[in-house]
């Protein structure tokens, strides 16, 4: 099977695509586009930017084909040795989940490129980029063809799906760790200097590396483009937006550069590698349902930080503020009293990228949750086994045990027992917190490493009001109300425009300026318009009190709690 990718009309944002299918036999072919991109717990039904699907037979015969499912064209073939299809992909979508095609770029997101074959997955596959004339560059974790020009290989789909192209002018440099190659591939050069930059990351990557013991791809490709949104992670290769959150020449952009990278970075061991059973080898057609994104995105995070303070970026009181706030971002949300990070796993398909006003009421980040399990999980191994074994004991164990012998997932019981074969006891509170939305006990959990973390609530200087508010064309427009604060309790809502504030009409800066010279107990007269009419609301505004999760040293640690924090967090 072979592909040809052109892109002849940049600015029309359409790739035109050639599929010659000549490896296999049938009466019917069911041709397939992804409904989802594997790493985007979202259906994005890719199939929506096709047109001029046409297919023929090896001779020139127009073969007649009719759709049986959105992302389903079944065509009689007659058992013709040779099928050669043809469509356009509508490509304008600046994500790293979706095709994107302009005069400055071709960002080739397979699953929104590339038709399989139904039950032919397995089939190997070569792809030509005939990238537009202007430019000179791909990059791809694909391995290319020798001797054939701008053409790679692919042993399967999956492979193929797991792999995105970009086609442009991009600057490309390299280095190699343990004398693997591993490519930058940016749009924007980093406006640092480049073999500080390069070696930084090398840092990086080898202090990834050495969590798990052994690289597992021949050459990895980092896909940095420039303005956008968000990162996506592949087995031998990353497409991440730099966007314009992070100014290089600022170090503590810097760090969060790097941070982000390192994420993105890991998933190669930690879901693309060591991963849930249902995240590879994927159903493209349906949602793939796990409980385990606090694991495979959380426990990323969290290794983020620790990869970045072993390799020297982060120091200690860096690290532990990075892990206090993945813990403050769920902890001072209601979500927390409804939403588990199981179940915030699941229902991602539904949530994550759908966040609605009410969202913070009733749900959670398995990011941030599954960061501070990921916390509880290493401080509990260590304390347990006398500081012999930690949570990069378990990462090992799945890797080798389940991705490299049994060549496959693992399931949530699987994934439990080998924490605890590790640990050598039980982690049932542990998982209990996974599970349900049982209050933490960080205390004793932080006291494993001879820390003190703060959970006591604290009354904050001015009051409590509990909306978020924007302006929009000089209205002040509630966006959400928290569950139970004085605005709720006041019959507030979201999408209530606020006209005045104790007689005044309303402005942000007035409405900032109650709450924060407020005091609790003090009444706030507000005049709402809403879809039912105009109407007045007294709002008594209340104490505003936040646990800070501060972190701090215990005042007389014993040698075994500075062991664990010393191996855990370096100074
Ligand atoms: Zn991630």
């Known amino acids: 099977m072979s592909y040809a990718v052109s892109m002849d009309q940049p600015w029309t944002h359409y790739y035109h695509v050639e599929f010659l299918c000549?490896?296999?036999?049938?009466?019917?072919?069911?041709?397939?586009?992804?409904?989802?991109?594997?790493g985007y717990y979202v259906i994005l039904d890719l199939a929506k930017y096709v047109i001029n699907f046409h297919v023929e037979d090896g001779t020139g015969n127009i073969l007649p084909w009719e759709k049986i499912t959105k992302n389903t064209w079944q065509v009689e073939v007659y058992d013709a040795p040779v099928v050669r299809l043809s469509y356009d992909v509508y490509a304008f979508n600046q994500s790293v989940a979706h095709p994107f095609l302009d005069d400055g770029r071709g960002f080739i997101s397979p699953t929104g490129i590339f038709m399989d074959v139904k039950g032919?997955?397995?089939?190997?596959?070569?792809?030509?980029?005939?990238?537009?004339?202007?430019?000179?560059?791909?990059?791809?974790?694909?391995?290319?063809?020798?001797?054939?020009?701008?053409?790679?290989?692919?042993?399967?789909?999956?492979?193929?799906?797991?792999?995105?192209?970009?086609?442009?002018?991009?600057?490309?440099?390299?280095?190699?760790?343990?004398?693997?190659?591993?490519?930058?591939a940016q749009e924007n050069p980093a406006d640092i200097d480049d073999q500080k930059y390069l070696s930084d990351l090398k840092t990086m990557v080898e202090s990834a590396v050495s969590i798990i013991g052994e690289i597992p791809y021949k050459h990895y490709t980092f896909i940095i483009m420039d303005r956008g949104m968000g990162g996506l992670e592949h087995a031998n290769s990353m497409a991440v937006f730099s966007g314009s959150r992070y100014s290089l020449a600022d170090p503590e952009g810097y760090k969060r550069w790097l941070a982000f990278l390192a994420h993105e970075y890991f998933h190669l061991y930690n879901v693309k590698r060591i991963r849930p059973i249902i995240l590879g080898p994927f159903d493209y057609n349906r949602e793939n349902y796990t409980n385990m994104l606090w694991f495979s995105e959380g426990v990323t995070v969290y290794y983020e930080?620790?990869?970045?303070?072993?390799?020297?970026?982060?120091?200690?009181?860096?690290?532990?503020?990075?892990?206090?706030?993945?813990?403050?971002?769920?902890?001072?949300?209601?979500?927390?009293?409804?939403?588990?990070?199981t179940m915030s796993s699941f229902d991602t398909w539904m949530l994550f990228f759908n966040r609605s006003e009410n969202a913070s009421n009733?749900?959670?980040?398995?990011?941030?949750?599954?960061?501070?399990?990921?916390?509880?999980?290493?401080?509990?191994?260590?304390?347990?086994?006398?500081n012999e074994k930690s949570l990069d004991d378990v990462m090992r164990s799945l890797y080798y045990d389940y991705y490299k012998e049994k060549n496959r997932g693992f399931t949530d019981q699987e994934f439990r027992d080998v924490c605890e074969e590790v640990a050598g006891c039980s982690l049932e509170e542990i998982f209990e917190y996974a599970s349900t939305t049982k209050a933490i006990d960080y205390p004793k959990y932080f006291s494993y490493a001879g820390l003190y973390i703060d959970t006591i609530p604290r009354e904050m200087?001015?009051?409590?009001?509990?909306?978020?508010?924007?302006?929009?064309?000089?209205?002040?427009?509630?966006?959400?109300?928290?569950?139970?604060?004085?605005?709720?309790?006041?019959?507030?809502?979201?999408?209530?425009?606020?006209?005045?504030?104790?007689?005044?009409r309303a402005t942000y800066e007035l409405l900032n300026e109650i709450v924060v010279s407020g005091k609790p107990g003090d009444h706030v007269n507000i005049l709402v318009s809403r879809r039912t009419g105009r109407k007045f609301y007294e709002v008594i505004l209340k104490k505003k009190t936040l646990k800070s999760f501060n972190i701090t040293p215990l005042d007389n640690p014993d040698p075994d709690q500075l062991a664990i924090l010393n191996d855990w967090i370096i100074n």
């Not at 399967?156 to 002018?169: E, H, K, R």
């Not at 390799?311 to 009181?317: D, E, H, I």
């Not at 959670?364 to 304390?383: E, F, M, P, Q, T």
Request: glycine share 8%.
């Open 22 to 38: 000549e490896g296999i036999r049938g009466e019917t072919f069911d041709f397939r586009m992804p409904a989802w991109t594997p």
């Open 120 to 184: 032919h997955l397995q089939h190997p596959v070569t792809v030509t980029i005939k990238p537009y004339q202007k430019w000179g560059k791909i990059s791809t974790g694909l391995e290319p063809v020798q001797e054939k020009f701008n053409t790679f290989y692919a042993p399967d789909f999956d492979v193929l799906y797991d792999c995105p192209i970009l086609a442009g002018n991009q600057e490309i440099m390299s280095f190699e760790v343990e004398g693997i190659p591993h490519y930058v």
């Open 305 to 341: 930080y620790i990869i970045l303070n072993r390799a020297g970026f982060l120091n200690r009181k860096e690290t532990l503020e990075q892990l206090r706030r993945s813990i403050v971002n769920y902890e001072n949300i209601p979500g927390h009293l409804f939403q588990s990070a």
């Open 362 to 386: 009733t749900t959670i980040s398995y990011y941030d949750k599954g960061c501070a399990l990921g916390v509880l999980l290493d401080l509990k191994i260590r304390h347990e086994t006398n």
């Open 461 to 504: 200087p001015g009051a409590y009001l509990g909306t978020g508010v924007r302006e929009v064309e000089g209205n002040l427009i509630i966006t959400n109300v928290v569950r139970n604060s004085p605005a709720w309790q006041a019959d507030l809502s979201p999408g209530d425009t606020i006209i005045e504030l104790n007689g005044i």
